[in-house]
């Protein structure tokens, strides 16, 4: 995985917002927490009893019951279809259905019920009362495969075992407290390897998408890109950033390039810099910013690895910053920060 970031530039006019629209969901209560709850206290290795974790291998019936309708339905790399719950900041979440089934959840809501964990926790806690190994094992169709976790692994995105339900947790570092949990299944995790992996016998091997599934998959992942930005910064009581569609273009070009040019920088040797790129595309602003990562997962893993890189931390909880405009081209993302000036 890489990342990459650029600071601030020239300051120049302001122009006009585009605002994102607002849906409503009636959510049913029983997945979200009660923040009255307490944590857990002693470790366990058994599946969740309660919370997001119930969601792994039930139907689509079962999730809709739980959830009532997403606001909409993303592609992913991975085979299975991202439910995405973005009504309410505070209950996001992401759920992964591939036949019919859940396989995975992302949940980042401060409110969501991701037991037995808490969002915000303190890691502190969570190393108290977790049993976290450096090796997991799989067993599936005959096949062995290890995962083995690293230092910086086990510090900011440890994995657990509960039962037959795998647990990714990401930490923030700088905060030392649970930014976000993923719960998936043996296969799911798999596929996605976000750890070195060793195996005996046969890998699962990812189908290629067409092109046109690629864009469906990248315009999915820009808009997670966005929303969960939105919810750090919230999270740190900094104003939600708009979607900007000029300078969405202009990431989009830019994760493309080098993607094309197999060049990973913030400047282009074909297209120049940041400030040259949003020029050519006649994007009024302030100032600018840019993130650029390569080779994640998702769009949930890159925005948890800017968050705890420190100068990408910065550009992505800029309190200056107005607009957002994301591009992901395959595995490379770019994320466009700006400030437009007051009308």
Same mark, same amino acid.
């Given at each position: *995985?890489?990342?990459?970031?650029?600071?601030?530039?020239?300051?120049?006019?302001?122009?006009?917002?585009?605002?994102?629209? +607002?849906?409503?969901?009636?959510?049913?209560?029983?997945?979200?927490?009660?923040?009255?709850? @307490?944590?857990?206290?002693?470790?366990?290795?058994?599946?969740?009893?309660?919370? *997001?974790?119930?969601?792994?291998?039930?139907?689509?019936?079962?999730? =809709?019951?739980?959830?009532?309708?997403?606001?909409?339905?993303?592609?992913?790399?991975?085979?299975?279809?991202?439910?995405?719950?973005?009504?309410?900041?505070?209950?996001?979440?992401? $759920?992964?259905?591939?036949?019919? =089934?859940?396989?995975?959840? !992302?949940?980042?809501?401060?409110?969501?019920?991701? @037991?037995?964990?808490?969002?915000?926790?303190?890691?502190?806690?969570? !190393?108290? %009362?977790?049993?976290?190994?450096?090796?997991?094992?799989?067993?599936?169709?005959?096949?062995?495969?290890?995962?083995?976790?690293?230092?910086?692994?086990? &510090?900011?995105?440890?994995?657990?075992?509960?039962?037959?339900?795998?647990?990714?947790?990401?930490?923030?570092?700088?905060?030392?407290?649970?930014?976000?949990?993923?719960?998936?299944?043996?296969?799911?995790?798999?596929?996605?390897?976000?750890?070195?992996?060793?195996?005996?016998?046969?890998?699962?091997?990812?189908?290629?998408?067409?092109?046109?599934?690629?864009?469906?998959?990248?315009?999915?992942?820009?808009?997670?890109?966005?929303?969960?930005?939105?919810? *750090?910064?919230?999270?740190?009581?900094?104003?939600?950033?708009?979607?900007?569609?000029?300078?969405? +273009?202009?990431? !989009?070009?830019?994760?493309?390039?080098?993607?094309?040019? &197999?060049?990973?920088?913030? %400047?282009?040797?074909?297209?120049?810099?940041?400030?040259?790129?949003?020029?050519?595309?006649?994007?009024?602003?302030?100032?600018?910013?840019?993130?650029?990562?390569?080779?994640?997962?998702?769009?949930?893993?890159?925005?948890?690895?800017?968050?705890?890189? =420190?100068?990408?931390?910065?550009?992505?909880? &800029?309190?200056?910053? %107005?607009?957002?405009?994301?591009? $992901?081209?395959? =595995?490379?993302? %770019?994320?466009? !920060?700006?400030?437009?000036? +007051?009308?």
């Amino acid at each position: *995985m890489t990342i990459g970031f650029y600071g601030s530039i020239n300051e120049k006019d302001g122009n006009e917002v585009l605002i994102t629209d +607002e849906h409503t969901l009636e959510m049913n209560e029983s997945l979200y927490q009660n923040q009255e709850k @307490s944590i857990q206290e002693k470790p366990s290795a058994e599946r969740p009893t309660s919370g *997001m974790g119930l969601l792994i291998g039930q139907d689509l019936a079962y999730l =809709k019951d739980k959830l009532g309708e997403p606001q909409r339905i993303d592609e992913s790399l991975y085979g299975y279809q991202w439910y995405i719950y973005n009504t309410d900041y505070a209950r996001y979440v992401q $759920v992964g259905v591939e036949n019919n =089934k859940v396989v995975t959840v !992302f949940a980042i809501g401060e409110n969501v019920d991701v @037991s037995p964990f808490k969002i915000g926790q303190p890691i502190e806690e969570i !190393f108290n %009362t977790q049993f976290i190994d450096t090796n997991i094992d799989i067993e599936y169709k005959g096949n062995s495969y290890r995962f083995e976790l690293n230092d910086t692994d086990l &510090n900011i995105r440890p994995l657990i075992k509960l039962g037959d339900v795998f647990v990714q947790l990401n930490i923030d570092k700088f905060t030392g407290s649970l930014s976000s949990v993923r719960f998936l299944n043996d296969v799911t995790l798999i596929k996605q390897r976000p750890y070195e992996l060793g195996y005996t016998g046969e890998l699962i091997e990812l189908e290629e998408p067409t092109e046109d599934k690629w864009r469906l998959i990248e315009a999915g992942t820009e808009k997670q890109i966005l929303d969960i930005t939105n919810i *750090m910064r919230l999270r740190h009581n900094v104003k939600k950033l708009i979607w900007d569609e000029e300078t969405s +273009e202009v990431a !989009f070009g830019h994760s493309k390039d080098m993607s094309d040019s &197999n060049d990973f920088s913030h %400047t282009s040797k074909k297209f120049g810099s940041l400030s040259d790129r949003l020029e050519a595309a006649n994007v009024a602003y302030k100032s600018a910013g840019e993130n650029i990562a390569a080779n994640y997962t998702d769009g949930p893993a890159v925005a948890e690895g800017w968050l705890n890189s =420190k100068g990408h931390r910065e550009s992505l909880l &800029n309190e200056d910053f %107005t607009h957002l405009g994301v591009g $992901v081209f395959q =595995k490379y993302y %770019t994320q466009n !920060f700006i400030q437009k000036s +007051e009308e």
